[in-house]
């Protein structure tokens, strides 16, 4: 058997933020035309370790050498000269110009410097029929889907003679039929002789596409494996460093005498939701389930006041909330997690401190002057209790792992002491660990008799979670499954409307 060919090897890796080590002394070899996934918890180094490869770090100290040859990275073009390209997880592409425009963008072919458009499209079509992608070259790039926009890209760094593609948690803002369609092109491109660093947390993914693995946790080497040897479990035993025996924490069936805090009837939004009313019980998480465009986030955005109500009536412990907006939800106890935590959840160029403060400042405040001490003392306090780490107060919150992040916004609303809790997409875009930390932060906030509506993609999130699952097709409430009748099977037949026992009541 022929001995694989080595395409990067990574020697001695080290990579220091401040007085914190992202990576320790990591090495490892990418062979050419394979798959190869780093996968670890958020904060663990893995996409540290890519953005090492791609040029956009320079490591504090260790080698890089590609095809054999010794290099020192100082920015992505340097690494894009060498061959490596990278697609990251927040697109980068100019989303004014078109697909064409985009892909060779920086490198037309040209004659006195004029764009030689002929030649240009038919460089176009031969990527086009090289890859089988289906993308209109005059379309604007804001026009399409993240999944086609993925796939401009995937065209610039072929059209850029990449032969390493580092793909850095690809698959996080995807449908599953979106995911399905880039594990496709992640084999065309593997057939090619074309090498790809898969980045990711999503375990299933990586063990059905990759070759290689490797494990980093605490910003060290666990192993470098082949894929066949992994299972899940094994893999999650290499990031935690212990074994898992239950994602989800075990909690008494909220009883029937158990008061109502949350009560919605009618509630009608310009939005899309259509007369849903639902009551939620103290120590009660209620799960809401259904497919994108059903309404789920919808309805959270107007029992928040975020979206305005057209018709319908709510009351927190049977006091009627009149929602102008989401400063009365907040003061009658109503906090939102909403589903994207970079939009509408943080301010990342401001410090993990003053995003954790943000909604109690009035709290840490005397005669009008926030006291700087009881300010520390209560973010210190949320860091501990959350486990966030590095716990560096002052670290701009966009420097932070997407764990640390979704962990920080938790902190910052449960700081508040809501009533009820509304959270969209709880673990979106965080890792099996981070997972794990949150479920076990609902778990034991709502086991003080809190409250909290629970929105989830993830049908396998709301079953260990929810007490009761509510299903919404086309903007209403068409299936209600307490814990004992819930099963993936009726939820979905639900969502999709398939048998009759989607139908309420």
Do not use: C
């Amino acid at each position: 058997m022929d001995e694989p060919i080595v395409f990067a090897e990574l020697s001695g890796i080290h990579k220091r933020f401040g007085g914190v080590a992202a990576l320790s002394d990591v090495s490892v070899d990418i062979e050419a035309g394979t798959v190869h996934a780093f996968v670890g918890e958020n904060g663990a180094g893995k996409s540290t370790l890519g953005k090492v490869l791609s040029g956009t770090y320079t490591p504090d100290g260790g080698t890089i050498r590609v095809r054999g040859e010794l290099h020192s990275f100082s920015s992505p073009h340097d690494a894009i000269e060498a061959g490596i390209a990278t697609i990251q997880q927040e697109i980068a592409l100019v989303p004014g110009r078109t697909v064409i425009e985009n892909v060779f963008l920086g490198r037309e072919p040209s004659t006195l410097g004029l764009v030689r458009t002929r030649r240009l499209r038919a460089e176009f079509q031969e990527l086009i029929e090289r890859t089988g992608f289906d993308l209109p070259p005059d379309a604007l790039v804001r026009d399409l889907r993240i999944a086609d926009q993925q796939k401009v890209e995937i065209l610039r760094a072929i059209a850029r003679d990449a032969s390493l593609i580092i793909l850095d948690e690809p698959t996080a803002a995807l449908t599953p039929d979106e995911t399905a369609s880039l594990m496709a092109v992640i084999a065309s491109l593997k057939r090619e002789g074309v090498t790809i660093v898969y980045v990711s947390h999503f375990l299933d993914e990586v063990l059905a596409v990759s070759d290689n693995i490797t494990i980093l946790r605490n910003g060290r080497l666990v192993r470098t494996v082949p894929a066949r040897s992994e299972t899940k479990a094994s893999l999650i035993h290499g990031m935690l460093g212990r074994e898992v025996s239950d994602e989800f924490a075990t909690r008494p069936e909220p009883g029937a005498d158990r008061g109502t805090v949350l009560r919605a009837s009618g509630i009608t939004t310009g939005t899309g939701v259509k007369n849903v009313s639902l009551e939620v019980r103290e120590g009660e998480i209620l799960g809401i389930a259904g497919l994108v465009g059903a309404g789920r986030s919808e309805l959270l955005r107007g029992l928040f006041g975020a979206d305005p109500l057209a018709s319908g009536e709510v009351s927190v412990r049977g006091r009627a909330v009149r929602l102008t907006g989401p400063g009365s939800a907040i003061a009658a106890g109503i906090a939102l997690i909403s589903e994207d935590r970079k939009a509408d959840g943080l301010l990342l160029r401001r410090s993990l401190k003053e995003n954790i403060s943000l909604v109690v400042l009035r709290q840490l405040s005397r005669l009008g002057f926030v006291s700087r001490r009881r300010e520390r003392r209560h973010v210190v306090k949320s860091l501990e209790e959350l486990d966030i780490r590095p716990a560096i107060p002052e670290r701009e919150v966009g420097l932070f792992s997407g764990g640390n992040q979704q962990k920080a916004l938790f902190a910052k609303w449960l700081a508040r002491e809501p009533q009820v809790l509304l959270v969209d997409e709880p673990t979106r875009g965080v890792d099996i660990g981070a997972k794990f930390a949150i479920y076990e932060i609902l778990s034991d906030w709502v086991a003080q008799g809190r409250s909290m509506v629970v929105v989830s993609s993830e049908v396998e999130e709301l079953l260990g979670l929810a007490d009761r699952i509510l299903v919404m097709r086309q903007g209403s409430i068409v299936a209600e499954f307490p814990r004992e009748d819930a099963t993936q099977e009726n939820i979905m037949a639900a969502a999709f409307g398939a048998t009759a026992a989607a139908e309420k009541g």
